[in-house]
């Protein structure tokens, strides 16, 4: 690699993720990209991480333990505070990458406009021992606010961006999120700055039942509501045609919860709201079924 590739500050966020740590690392040891450093930010972890950074004899590692346990987006600002390169990549504890990853994306920042550069990913199912593509059609790039919207389609694990693009905006991550930092933050970058992708999968997001999206689904929906509303004072995102596509996902996640929860009576109040679509079709299904059968269904 040549000496002067930028460097490429590459922020593990870390809370008691001893199992998955160390295949996490050597993924990022191991690029074929060696102009790195890694920012891991333990967040007041109670397992073994710390004993297991001293095991490594790398100078790229820096580890930091956190002052206090924070929301996952805030502890990812902290992150980014300590991190010296031109550019950001973020990998959470329990997914990793392929070798090649970050040489394949970096070239794209010839771009002076690309301010960021992502890649499909392998989606690891443990719980069901199998694995496939996140997705099975191209992805979008270029300035491409309007296809995000309407599907969003940019994993955090493959996100390379350029630190001149984060530091155009008001703030980085919205330290209020614990679930849809990402998605605020790319969606935000994507207003005024080209998005580039590698199509084939560079990274491994492993699915298992800890997963943080998994296990606070009800957040979620309140954060997605808190970013609508704030969403519709940006001027080019509350234009977009498929800003409703935001939305109408918002509100079927929301129904899905109260039906997991036994309150099917809210949704049944609720759907006059929905236009006719395959969204509405499927509430209506599961209005009739009991909730162990719509699991195995989603599943």
């Not at 993720?17 to 790195?36: K, P, R």
């Not at 580890?63 to 924070?70: E, L, R, V």
């Not at 929301?254 to 109040?269: C, P, Q, R, T, Y």
């Amino acid at each position: 690699m040549d000496s002067k590739s930028p460097l490429v500050s590459v922020i593990i966020n870390c809370y008691n993720g001893e199992q998955y740590l160390c295949e996490a690392i050597d993924s990022v040891l191991s690029q074929t990209y060696s102009n790195l450093e890694i920012i891991l930010w333990d967040n007041q972890s109670t397992d073994k991480t710390a004993e297991i950074i001293k095991n490594y004899n790398d100078s790229r590692i820096n580890y930091y333990y956190a002052p206090k346990h924070t929301l996952l987006y805030e502890a990812r600002n902290y992150a980014i505070e300590k991190a010296k390169g031109e550019y950001l990549a973020f990998l959470d504890v329990d997914d990793w990458w392929s070798p090649e990853k970050l040489e394949r994306q970096m070239c794209l920042f010839d771009d002076v406009d690309v301010g960021v550069v992502y890649s499909n990913f392998f989606v690891v199912n443990e719980n069901k021992n199998t694995i496939k593509k996140f997705a099975n059609k191209i992805i979008p790039s270029g300035y491409i606010l309007d296809e995000l919207l309407g599907t969003y389609t940019v994993g955090i694990l493959t996100v390379v961006v350029r630190k001149k693009a984060v530091k155009s905006l008001k703030y980085i991550f919205n330290s209020r999120y614990h679930i849809i930092g990402d998605f605020d933050l790319i969606i935000r970058l994507s207003i005024n700055w080209k998005i580039d992708c590698v199509q084939e999968p560079l990274a491994f997001y492993r699915l298992h039942l800890n997963n943080e999206s998994s296990k606070h689904k009800v957040r979620r929906v309140a954060e997605m509501e808190r970013w609508v509303h704030e969403a519709k004072t940006i001027a080019k995102i509350q234009s977009s045609s498929n800003f409703g596509c935001v939305i109408s996902k918002m509100n079927y996640s929301k129904a899905l919860n109260h039906i997991f929860s036994g309150e099917k009576n809210i949704v049944l109040k609720s759907l006059f709201k929905y236009s006719w679509s395959i969204e509405k079709i499927k509430l209506l299904i599961y209005l009739v079924l009991p909730v162990s059968v719509i699991k195995l269904i989603r599943q």
